[in-house]
């Protein structure tokens, strides 16, 4: 087995899900205001390390994704976060994208950049202990079509292909954006067109799908919609997964999307009891782990015991969601 088939399903497999860390530098500092805490270099990489270093973070976590700033910082005792992390258990992963932009003459879709010089900041992420890297595509219901899809899924597509030349396992994500009110047909009818331009791509690319992991969305109703069961999530979402993602890719790691944490941990829990699946499923969430523990923070050293125990206990939940 290959070291990137072999990543790709440390990553996925055994009830371990992957910590999404790899907010912005303008996002973070955003987040961290809004909590009362004055935003800058030492504070965000302060908040990321509570996150890397809970006690036992690796019995739930397999890998945590960082932006760019923090790949690149220090622990306050001196160590490389890459490293760090690979001593705690945990792969090393890092967001390559470069944020979004407006396609031309796409009616306001969106595309995502980061592809020029991508090859050697992988060279450089790659000599700095990156196990894996994490593309995200923008998807509005709103105004996607096959021409946009499309774009998002070449892109996508021409990322991963470089990352495994260079032998980082790519986290593809085209997320369907769950704001709005649509219901569930609309997002299980965009998702799937999206993910079988991807799969089309990824194909045409070249791309050996044994060594990606696959980041969607589940199929719901948009948030300003009313609710349906998890159970009818699951079943949606099984129903296009089955349809568009082939059975070689080892393991789906789903977005929360801005879902509340018990409402995605349950969405997991019933698409996990599907027996069908050919893959691995669980968690690469962002805000249902970690917006608990950064309000608990709130800046205070005196805080980090009870912010890594909120952590922990959600991850807790989302892995459990996974047996």
């Known amino acids: 087995m290959s070291i990137l088939h072999s990543t790709a399903r440390e990553l996925t497999h055994g009830g371990r899900g992957i910590l999404a860390a790899d907010e ?163 997002c299980a009818d965009t998702t799937r067109l999206a993910l079988a331009v991807v799969f089309n791509e990824l194909e045409d690319a070249g791309v050996d799908l044994r060594g990606i992991v696959l980041k969607p969305n589940f199929v719901t109703p948009g948030l300003e919609a009313p609710k349906v069961s998890a159970a009818a999530v699951a079943a949606a979402t099984f129903e296009i997964l089955r349809s568009t993602v082939p059975a070689a890719v080892p393991g789906i790691a789903f977005l929360s999307g801005g879902h509340p944490t018990d409402d995605v941990c349950a969405f997991l829990k019933e698409l996990s009891a599907i027996p069908e699946r050919p893959w691995d499923v669980t968690f690469s969430f962002g805000r249902a782990l970690v917006s608990a523990a950064l309000s608990t923070w709130g800046g205070a050293p005196a805080n980090v015991d009870a912010a890594q125990e909120r952590l922990l206990d959600n991850c807790r939940q989302a892995a459990d969601a996974t047996a």
């Open 24 to 186: 912005s530098i303008k996002t973070m500092s955003a987040r961290l205001e809004a909590e009362g805490i004055t935003a800058g270099e030492t504070a965000r990489r302060d908040y990321r390390e509570l996150l890397l270093t809970a006690p036992g973070l690796s019995a739930t976590v397999s890998g945590i994704i960082l932006a760019d700033e923090t790949f690149g910082q220090e622990l306050s005792d001196g160590r490389p976060f890459p490293v760090a992390a690979r001593e705690l258990g945990v792969l090393p992963g890092i967001k390559v994208d470069t944020g979004t932009t407006p396609l031309p003459g796409a009616g306001g879709a969106l595309i995502t950049e980061g592809l020029d010089g991508l090859g050697a900041r992988l060279s450089s992420y790659a000599e700095r202990g990156a196990a894996f890297a994490k593309w995200r595509a923008v998807i509005d219901i709103a105004t996607t079509t096959e021409q946009t899809a499309r774009a998002n899924g070449h892109a996508l597509a021409r990322y991963a292909a470089l990352c495994q030349e260079h032998g980082i396992v790519p986290i593809v994500e085209p997320e369907v954006l769950c704001s709005g009110d649509h219901d569930i047909v609309a």
